[in-house]
C-alpha cells in the first residue's frame, strides 16, 4: 500500500528562522499530495495542496514542491513567525475501487521561540 | 465551515469494557473516516465509508468495529477495549471528489483503558 515518510521529528527554530520540511513517499498511483497543520488541542487542517510536479502550492506563506523523480515532497517557509509553532504532516491522498482515503506521516512539530 | 462533531471528548473505560464513540457530520459530505493519533505514529486510519451502510479497512483496523448508519453519523465499536487502545481518536469528513479532497475533523476524543 501507500506510504509517507516523515524523518524530521521535531524542529525548533527562531523566529525569522527558514523552516524546510521534506517527506518521501510510495505509490503505486498517481500521487496527490497535502500538508496537514494541527495545533494544540484541535484536530489537523489542511495547509496546502500540492497539485502537479514543479509546480507550488502556496500558503499563509508557506510554499510546497514535489520531485517526482525522488518521490520527494517539502513545505518550506522563508520566515517562521511564534504563531506558526505547531505539528505539520505530510499526507499522501489515494484513490482506488475502495475509495479515497489518505496516509499520514508521523509529524513535525516545530516550536518556534521568540 | 464544515462542522464535524465527536462525543464524548473524553471517556475512560476498563480493559475489557465495551465503548462506542460517535462521530456526525452536517455537511453532506460522502466521505467519513476514524483515525487514531500517538505519539511517534502520527494518525492512523482505523476504518472509513463513503455513504451509509458502507465501511472500507483502513490500516490499523484489528480490535475495531465501525457501522454508518447515515450520511451523517459514523461510529466506532471497541467491544474488547485494551490499554493499547488508549489514544486520541479523530474523525473527519470529506466530499472525496477530484475537486474537493480535503478532510474536515473534529476535536477528538481522548480514550484511557485502565
Known amino acids: 500500500g501507500d506510504s509517507v515518510t516523515q524523518m524530521q521529528g521535531q524542529v525548533t527554530l527562531s523566529e525569522d528562522d527558514f523552516l524546510f520540511i521534506n517527506c518521501t513517499y510510495s505509490t503505486t498511483w498517481y500521487p496527490t499530495l497535502f500538508w496537514y497543520v494541527q495545533y494544540p488541542g484541535e484536530g489537523p487542517q489542511l495547509l496546502l495542496k500540492v497539485t502537479t510536479a514543479n509546480n507550488k502550492g502556496i500558503s499563509r506563506g508557506f510554499e510546497a514542491t514535489y520531485d517526482k523523480g525522488t518521490t520527494s515532497f517539502h513545505l518550506q517557509k522563508a520566515s517562521v513567525q511564534e504563531s506558526d509553532s505547531a505539528v505539520y504532516y505530510c499526507?499522501?491522498?489515494?484513490?482506488?475501487?475502495?475509495?479515497?482515503?489518505?496516509?499520514f506521516g508521523t509529524g513535525t512539530s516545530l516550536l518556534v521561540d521568540p | 465551515e464544515a462542522a464535524v462533531t465527536q462525543s464524548p471528548r473524553n471517556k475512560v473505560t476498563v480493559t475489557g469494557g465495551n465503548v462506542t464513540l460517535s462521530c456526525r457530520q452536517t455537511?453532506?459530505?460522502?466521505?467519513m473516516y476514524w483515525y487514531r493519533q500517538d505519539t511517534g505514529h502520527g494518525l492512523r486510519l482505523i476504518h472509513y465509508s463513503y455513504g451509509a451502510g458502507n465501511l472500507q479497512i483502513g490500516d490499523v483496523p484489528d480490535g475495531y468495529k465501525a457501522t454508518r448508519t447515515t450520511q451523517e453519523d459514523f461510529f466506532l465499536l471497541l467491544e474488547l477495549a485494551s490499554p493499547s487502545q488508549t489514544s486520541l481518536y479523530f474523525c473527519a469528513s470529506s466530499d472525496g471528489t477530484v475537486s474537493n479532497e480535503r478532510l474536515f475533523f473534529g476535536h477528538g476524543t481522548k480514550l484511557s483503558v485502565l
Open positions: 499526507v499522501l491522498g489515494e484513490r482506488s475501487n475502495m475509495g479515497y482515503k489518505l496516509t
Open positions: 455537511n453532506s459530505h460522502n466521505y
